[in-house]
């Protein structure tokens, strides 16, 4: 029996490497899931590594391997991690010009509780279209994880690559699992 899918979308920054850790808590928890990640994550992560943990190769574009393709589950949980300033910002907008970003809009307005960890400096974190956008996906009901709450707070220019062993994978899962079974109002603050 499975606790739920969880589908997850990986961008362009350090901790996307370690999605690994989002897909053993989900394990753990019998989840099962899969992985979209946006062109720029392509770098980051190790494609074979994900399909043989998730049994769903990675998707980056809207064609999936054709020797591989299989139908996904439908998703019970949406978390988006590591979330660039980039497409935090573009989410936040509602543009859809790849893949990961298509899937994203389309489950957010579908009302797949969904869960944004962001991976940004402080100074990018500081501008005004950056705390717009998570300002606009809270009233969305959309949980973004940053701040002192969360416990997770953007990191000072230069700094990334210490600040990616203490992503939060756990909590993210964690907040996702607990948003699916009983709804955005017991996610914790917003
Ligand atoms: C090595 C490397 C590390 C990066 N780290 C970050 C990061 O921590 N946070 C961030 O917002 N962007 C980071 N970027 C920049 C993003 O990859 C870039 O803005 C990209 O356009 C994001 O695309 P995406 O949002 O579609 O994944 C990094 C880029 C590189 C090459």
Known sequence: MTGGHLQIVVCGAGPAADVTQLLAAAKERAWTAAVTATPSA?????????????G????FTYQS????????????ALV???ATYNSV??????????????????????????VIVPFVNSALAARAPFRRAV???????????????????????????????AFPWEAAFGVAERLARNGPASGGGS
Do not use: C
């Open 56 to 59: 769903y190769p990675a998707r």
């Open 135 to 165: 300002a606009d996906l809270r009233h969305e009901q959309v949980r973004v994880l940053l701040g002192a709450d969360d416990e997770w707070e953007p990191h000072p220019p230069g700094s990334g690559r210490d600040q990616q062993q």
């Open 89 to 114: 910002n573009k989410i936040a907008l509602g543009i859809a010009d790849n893949y990961a970003m298509t899937s994203v809009a389309e489950l957010i307005g579908r009302r797949i509780p969904t």
């Open 42 to 54: 392509r770098d980051f992560i190790d494609p074979q590594v994900i399909e043989a943990m998730t």
């Open 65 to 76: 391997s054709t020797s591989t393709r299989r139908i996904l589950p439908a998703a019970d």
């Open 80 to 82: 988006i991690a590591p």
